[in-house]
């Protein structure tokens, strides 16, 4: 069982709230990603981070924010939740690159969003 | 265009029986190719990882196979458990940066009858 944790599992909130997704891992992970999936669909890359200050956009275009001051923690923060942004999100981590390629990523339960 | 396609969608088996899952992709350059299994509203779980010299790696009931001549993989599934029931992702890592980026497949629902 890995060892990155997403809170909170299900989340139903109105327009216009802000909202934040928790993500931490205890791995000592560097790279961090949030991925964002619609039922059925494959997951797309929304943030990811090399480590601690080091934030980047993915490849699907997503009005959320995150940050990454900790290495174990990287939440991710929607400014004014709109029902386009019901979804699910996953965060996940994995092993430095110089550890070699093929390092594991490990995936969290997923924050099923859903705006209302 | 970098992107990962599985087959079939969805597939209903008998519990007990065996089944292969397909995933053709078109990733440059290649790393390797990861299946993962997510059960409904969770996050994946990694079954296997295989580089560009390995054809095959097992993980107890599951076992995949690889050609990367082809680009080509399978998942084969033995002796199917109700447990089964998921959605099988293959995702492909490229090496063409320092991220690795992964190419995930819409996946293959499975659904394990008794």
């Known amino acids: 069982e890995a060892d990155i944790y997403q809170t909170p599992r299900y989340l139903v909130i109105g327009t216009g709230k802000k909202i934040t997704l928790e993500c931490s891992q205890t791995?000592?992970?560097?790279?961090m990603y949030w991925y964002q999936q619609d039922p059925g669909m494959e997951l797309h890359l929304i943030h990811y981070?090399?480590?601690?200050?080091?934030?980047e956009k993915g490849d699907l275009s997503s009005e959320s924010t995150v940050s990454r001051i900790r290495t174990e923690h990287f939440p991710l923060t929607l400014e004014s939740a709109r029902p386009s942004h019901t979804s699910q999100y996953l965060c996940?981590?994995?092993?430095?690159?110089?550890?070699?390629?093929?390092?594991?990523?490990?995936f969290g339960q997923g924050t099923r969003l859903t705006v209302v | 265009k970098n992107q990962v396609e599985q087959s079939p969608q969805s597939l209903i088996i008998l519990e007990g029986k065996n089944c292969t899952l397909q995933?053709?992709?078109?990733?440059?350059?290649?790393?390797?190719l990861r299946w993962y299994k997510q059960d409904t509203g969770r996050g994946p779980v990694s079954l296997t990882i295989?580089?560009?010299?390995?054809n095959t790696k097992s993980n107890g009931r599951y076992t995949a196979t690889l050609d990367a001549d082809t680009k080509q993989s399978s998942l084969h599934i033995t002796a199917s458990q109700l447990s089964d029931s998921a959605s099988y992702i293959c995702?492909?890592?490229?090496?063409?940066?320092?991220?690795?980026?992964?190419?995930f497949g819409r996946g293959t629902q499975l659904t394990v009858w008794p």
């Open positions: 996940a981590s994995s092993a430095p690159s110089g550890t070699g390629m093929n390092t594991e990523a490990f």
């Open positions: 791995m000592g992970h560097d790279k």
């Open positions: 981070s090399y480590g601690v200050n080091s934030t």
């Open positions: 995933c053709n992709y078109t990733v440059s350059p290649f790393s390797n």
């Open positions: 295989m580089t560009f010299s390995e």
């Open positions: 995702v492909v890592a490229d090496r063409g940066s320092t991220l690795g980026r992964l190419y």
